[in-house]
């Protein structure tokens, strides 16, 4: 069990972590323990895009009730992307999540461009409850 420790988080506000020199073959995943459910996040590059999706696991009509939040600041806090999407089913097959769209994605260049290599770029994720 404790060799599994390194893939799992216990969600406080915020989960943060810092890209280093992010290359074409940067890629994460991390479970996630929040609101007394567990989370899968995965990021990775797939057709130049750099992608975060999180996929809720139980049943399939609760991953809607989740919406994520996906902030990059450079080195400086002076350049901020943030999107927000809705969870998604663990069921769904990830890479048809990607490829649809239905995830947080951002073109590989802007997180691999000279002015992010020279400074690490920070990644935070938010998992929120969605009010109805």
């Not at 696991?57 to 927000?84: F, S, W």
Request: with cysteine.
């Amino acid at each position: 069990m404790e060799k599994h420790l390194e893939m799992c988080v216990d969600y406080g506000e915020v989960e943060s972590r810092t890209l280093h020199a992010c290359s074409s073959l940067c890629g994460f995943h991390k479970f996630v323990f929040a609101y007394d459910d567990v989370f899968f996040r995965t990021a990775g590059i797939m057709n130049d895009m750099f992608c975060v999706a999180v996929q809720y696991i139980g049943p399939h009509e609760n991953a809607a009730k989740y919406q994520y939040r996906v902030k990059l600041v450079n080195k400086d806090n002076t350049d901020v992307v943030t999107k927000m999407h809705l969870t998604r089913s663990f069921d769904e097959n990830l890479e048809d999540v990607f490829k649809s769209g239905n995830c947080w994605k951002l073109h590989f260049d802007v997180v691999n461009h000279p002015e992010t290599q020279e400074g690490d770029l920070k990644f935070m994720l938010e998992i929120l409850k969605v009010d109805n």
